[in-house]
């Protein structure tokens, strides 16, 4: 264990020389005998309390021909346990003035209850019933049940929604046939039918065991006390296995490849993606920052060029989305209504090789690290849900083994220059290693970039 | 760092966002369980009053000081927005604000946004239905320096023609692109239906193709010299600050702005639906329906509020509420179903909704109406316990950041709710009765009079939807509700 002589504070928080904010959140953390680490955290503004638990699996843990699974299974464990018949997390819950969601993605499923202070065993007996009691009530009817849930989930999220099939579409191209993120964490439809009983006991018993787990708890607690009904409702669970390590081949992109798809949409869709750093490697943050540059503010190059200047493109965004093993950096225009996809990339690629040549100033650089600021403070005040206090301390403990690790993480933001933005956008934004998917209505593929041959 | 939200979550995010509320299930199934674990009462929330302040021009100033996080909020709010819109100006309040931040003070668009973006802070205008305004959220530490630019965009707008010429091609865009939007879809038919063209709640706050195209840089200027005046204003302030600096500080940016009141007219709610037709909107393909039930609701200051709201937390307001316990849980029709009220200055509407998968359409719509039939009878003990904790325990967390205190702020002046709200709300949702819930069922609720919209699939939903004999069908197009796709030019 260790305790900050700053546990007192809700955050900590004073500015460097150079005028940015030293940022810490104080905590002291625990393992018990079956593994569970659990972290605590004291912020005593509101009577509230969040209870925040990451399992370290997601989709990329799932096996051929089980795409889906772990998402599923997070529906799953909301079906009630030993000690909580169907239907009642949610209900005893609201009747103490909770809430709850919980949510997978390709490295980990997490999930959270937050509620009034005074129903704080509420919500840890009803996470550790569930990590230890599963099973007990789990029955093929229930799963049957979700997996109607989820298969909306998918109709409405992906099938039902313009471009939604485009991201299935750029993962299975980005990632080689066997790596963890070349399906989609929601699943295809035939997995999630195949899906079966036997299939969540075996899930449950490889990676829903202590050893595999984080809990935070945050708000307005006193740590000794809830260390105890922490010990007296997940103390019992018995530790599993070790969890056998994700294999993953490695992801690289050899050539350039182009797709067309066809959506039922008005205006053609461009996406330009690259395989980029994971979380926390050198690179990372420095195409974050990219992003920023080219698409955050009316300033930013595409967008300025693109949207604002031009006026050919409704919309632009550029994103690195950061996971364990392995990043993917999109660049996502919508064109106008009478502009084709090859206008548009051939502006987007001026506009790399522009960066590949020139760093970007100072003050481009100051205007997305100042906007990162302020976005840190604010989501300091909320101390649970996700993205709150419980959540990010749950998020760095998990992809760093440090849970107050937001100096660390914002330092690497503060410390990149103009000339490692260019560096990067050398190193990774390559011409002859990326996918490029074009989006465009039903039958005027001669939208794509480049152009195809009129109406099939 | 601070990367988003990656990950699918279990509830959708938008389902009970703003809907205070709660429960049940069924109660014919296991009622009588309890939780084994027993709890004490809550702590008490002791909220601080809101502190009135005034300006030495007369701008009222309302202030509620945090001092968790070195972070400011600033909100001017002015009565009207887009109820005021003139005939065959729809959408004309929404461009004004949005032309607001397109220059202001001497500085052109790009220049503007750059000045705020190197702060690191946000400046933002809005336009709602009965209220426009411009925010401020900036660190403390550049409160000073933002305060100027923040002063401009809400004193001297510059509304450059060329600026108004790219955002409404902007906006003709999006029009097209709601045509591929079932939600959009939807809600712009239910509106119509429920408030007719000619009444503000009746018609899309963005504008139609006709209004979009007929604005002018004299609208604008007209638009914003009538509402942006400083006894129609009133100044929100939260965050890391107190009443003395928050004074001297506005009094230097703000003391000397003058104009006139405008006039507001109210919106009086058009006759209430009547009898139960069903608007079918052919989406081809549709792999899911978007159904929207319901009819005018209640204004935001009914004395039923309360009663309403624990009401509706019942039958659709959380994620153990009847609607989507039956829909989602037990049938696995949808990703999830609920319902709400929008309460504003005049009756909004009341509303049911989900997104259905197709080849279950009308069972869906069966189960909507038997939940909106049975919440007309008595609510169980459980059920209303467990909705009216949902509310008001819930409470607390409306004061959790500095934005969410600015619209509870916002919500008491625009209602003009007394200064003790905050502190009596949650005694006042627990003291909602069973003979209340009920009372505003049978009010409020009438599953007979209401609109019914369905956007999917004609060819596979609407036998199965005809032969519920539910009413009247229309079928329409995509064009029948949004007009034809604008043509427009592209580019410069």
């Given at each position: 264990?260790?305790?900050?002589?700053?546990?007192?504070?809700?955050?900590?928080?004073?500015?460097?020389?150079?005028?940015?904010?030293?940022?810490?959140?104080?905590?002291?953390?625990?393992?018990?005998?079956?593994?569970?680490?659990?972290?605590?955290?004291?912020?005593?503004?509101?009577?509230?309390?969040?209870?925040?638990?990451?399992?370290?699996?997601?989709?990329?843990?799932?096996?051929?021909?089980?795409?889906?699974?772990?998402?599923?299974?997070?529906?799953?464990?909301?079906?009630?346990?030993?000690?909580?018949?169907?239907?009642?997390?949610?209900?005893?819950?609201?009747?103490?003035?909770?809430?709850?969601?919980?949510?997978?993605?390709?490295?980990?499923?997490?999930?959270?209850?937050?509620?009034?202070?005074?129903?704080?065993?509420?919500?840890?007996?009803?996470?550790?019933?569930?990590?230890?009691?599963?099973?007990?009530?789990?029955?093929?009817?229930?799963?049957?049940?979700?997996?109607?849930?989820?298969?909306?989930?998918?109709?409405?999220?992906?099938?039902?929604?313009?471009?939604?099939?485009?991201?299935?579409?750029?993962?299975?191209?980005?990632?080689?046939?066997?790596?963890?993120?070349?399906?989609?964490?929601?699943?295809?439809?035939?997995?999630?039918?195949?899906?079966?009983?036997?299939?969540?006991?075996?899930?449950?018993?490889?990676?829903?065991?202590?050893?595999?787990a984080s809990v935070v708890i945050a708000g307005d607690i006193d740590p000794v006390q809830t260390m105890e009904l922490v010990k007296k409702w997940f103390g019992p669970i018995p530790a599993g296995e070790p969890v056998p390590p994700i294999e993953a081949p490695p992801a690289f992109l050899a050539s350039e490849k182009r797709l067309t798809m066809e959506d039922k949409v008005q205006l053609p869709r461009l996406y330009m993606c690259w395989l980029t750093p994971p979380a926390y490697m050198p690179g990372d943050a420095e195409m974050d920052i990219l992003g920023g540059v080219l698409t955050s503010g009316k300033n930013s190059r595409l967008y300025k060029r693109l949207v604002y200047d031009m006026q050919i493109a409704q919309d632009v965004g550029a994103y690195q989305s950061s996971e364990a093993l392995g990043s993917t950096f999109s660049i996502i225009v919508t064109a106008k209504s009478g502009h084709t996809l090859g206008e548009i990339e051939k502006v987007v690629q001026e506009e790399i090789d522009r960066l590949k040549r020139t760093p970007p100033d100072s003050r481009e650089l100051a205007r997305i690290v100042n906007g990162y600021e302020s976005g840190v403070l604010s989501r300091l005040q909320r101390i649970g849900g996700f993205g709150g206090k419980a959540d990010l301390l749950n998020a760095y403990y998990t992809k760093t083994g440090n849970p107050d690790y937001l100096n660390e993480d914002f330092s690497r933001y503060t410390a990149i220059s103009p000339n490692d933005i260019t560096a990067?956008?050398?190193?990774?934004?390559?011409?002859?290693?990326?996918?490029?998917?074009?989006?465009?209505?039903?039958?005027?593929?001669?939208?794509?970039?480049?152009?195809?041959?009129?109406?099939? | 760092m601070i990367h988003r939200m990656n990950g699918l979550s279990r509830i959708p995010v938008f389902l009970f966002v703003c809907i205070l509320a709660a429960t049940m299930g069924p109660v014919r199934a296991f009622a009588q369980d309890e939780s084994p674990i027993k709890l004490g009462p809550p702590a008490p929330l002791k909220l601080p009053t809101p502190e009135h302040l005034k300006l030495r021009n007369g701008v009222d100033v309302v202030l509620m000081e945090n001092h968790k996080v070195p972070l400011v909020q600033i909100e001017i709010m002015v009565r009207g927005g887009s109820s005021l819109d003139p005939a065959g100006k729809t959408g004309l309040a929404g461009m004004t604000a949005d032309m607001m931040e397109e220059g202001a003070g001497g500085r052109n668009s790009l220049e503007f946004a750059d000045a705020i973006d190197f702060l690191g802070g946000s400046i933002s205008s809005y336009a709602g239905m009965h209220s426009a305004g411009v925010n401020l959220f900036v660190p403390l530490s550049k409160l000073d320096s933002a305060m100027g630019l923040f002063a401009d965009m809400v004193l001297r707008p510059m509304f450059p023609p060329a600026e108004l010429d790219r955002l409404k091609n902007e906006r003709l865009t999006t029009l097209i692109q709601w045509h591929d939007e079932p939600r959009a879809i939807a809600s712009v038919l239910f509106n119509k239906t429920l408030y007719g063209e000619g009444h503000p709640y009746g018609v899309a706050t963005m504008g139609d193709e006709k209004s979009i195209r007929s604005f002018t840089v004299g609208d604008l200027r007209a638009f914003h010299a009538k509402t942006f005046t400083p006894s129609n204003a009133t100044i929100i302030v939260v965050g890391d600050v107190n009443a003395d600096a928050v004074t001297g500080l506005l009094d230097r940016y703000f003391g000397d702005w003058r104009g006139e009141r405008p006039e507001i007219p109210e919106v009086n709610p058009p006759p209430q639906v009547s009898g139960r037709d069903i608007y079918l909107v052919d989406k081809p393909g549709a792999a899911q329906s978007e159904i929207r039930i319901g009819r005018i609701g209640v204004e935001r200051t009914t004395p039923d509020y309360y009663s309403t709201i624990v009401m509706n937390t019942i039958l659709g307001g959380s994620f153990a509420s009847r609607l989507n316990q039956n829909l989602r849980e037990r049938n696995g029709y949808t990703y999830g179903a609920g319902s709400r009220f929008l309460y504003r200055l005049s009756a909004g509407p009341f509303l049911a909704s989900a997104a259905v998968q197709t080849d279950v359409t009308d069972k869906a719509l069966t189960e909507f109406f038997n939940e909106l039939n049975a919440i007309g009878r008595p609510v169980s003990d459980e059920e209303l316990s467990r909705a009216r904790n949902y509310v008001a325990l819930d409470y607390p967390n409306s004061f959790e950041t500095i934005s969410r205190i600015a619209g509870e702020l916002a919500e008491l002046i625009m209602y003009g709710l007394p200064d003790d709200y905050f502190?009596?709300?949650?005694?006042?949702?627990?003291?909602?009765?069973?003979?209340?819930?009920?009372?505003?069922?049978?009010?409020?609720?009438?599953?007979?009079?209401?609109?019914?919209?369905?956007?999917?699939?004609?060819?596979?939903?609407?036998?199965?939807?005809?032969?519920?004999?539910?009413?009247?069908?229309?079928?329409?197009s995509i064009d029948d509700v949004l007009g034809p796709a604008p043509v427009i030019d592209g580019g410069k």
């Open positions: 264990m260790k305790t900050s002589l700053l546990l007192l504070f809700t955050i900590v928080l004073f500015f460097t020389a150079a005028g940015f904010a030293q940022l810490s959140i104080p905590y002291q953390d625990y393992t018990l005998d079956n593994g569970l680490r659990v972290i605590l955290h004291e912020d005593h503004t509101l009577p509230s309390v969040s209870v925040n638990t990451w399992y370290h699996v997601g989709s990329g843990s799932e096996k051929p021909g089980r795409t889906g699974f772990a998402h599923l299974f997070e529906h799953l464990m909301f079906e009630g346990s030993g000690n909580v018949p169907e239907g009642k997390f949610d209900e005893w819950l609201e009747a103490a003035g909770g809430n709850n969601n919980g949510s997978t993605n390709g490295d980990r499923t997490n999930y959270w209850e937050d509620a009034p202070s005074n129903a704080l065993e509420l919500a840890i007996f009803l996470e550790a019933d569930r990590m230890g009691h599963l099973l007990e009530t789990m029955s093929p009817s229930k799963v049957d049940g979700q997996r109607d849930v989820v298969k909306n989930e998918r109709r409405q999220s992906y099938e039902n929604r313009p471009y939604g099939m485009s991201e299935i579409l750029l993962q299975e191209n980005l990632f080689p046939p066997r790596h963890p993120y070349h399906w989609p964490t929601i699943g295809s439809m035939e997995d999630l039918s195949a899906a079966s009983y036997d299939d969540v006991v075996a899930f449950f018993r490889t990676y829903y065991a202590p050893n595999n990067a956008t050398r190193t990774f934004l390559k011409d002859d290693g990326r996918v490029i998917l074009s989006v465009v209505p039903e039958g005027r593929r001669e939208l794509a970039s480049p152009p195809e041959g009129g109406s099939k | 502190n009596t709300y949650v005694g006042n949702v627990l003291a909602v009765s069973k003979e209340q819930v009920l009372a505003a069922a049978n009010r409020y609720i009438d599953p007979s009079n209401v609109a019914v919209i369905v956007v999917g699939d004609r060819a596979k939903i609407e036998a199965g939807i005809t032969a519920l004999g539910l009413g009247t069908i229309h079928n329409l």
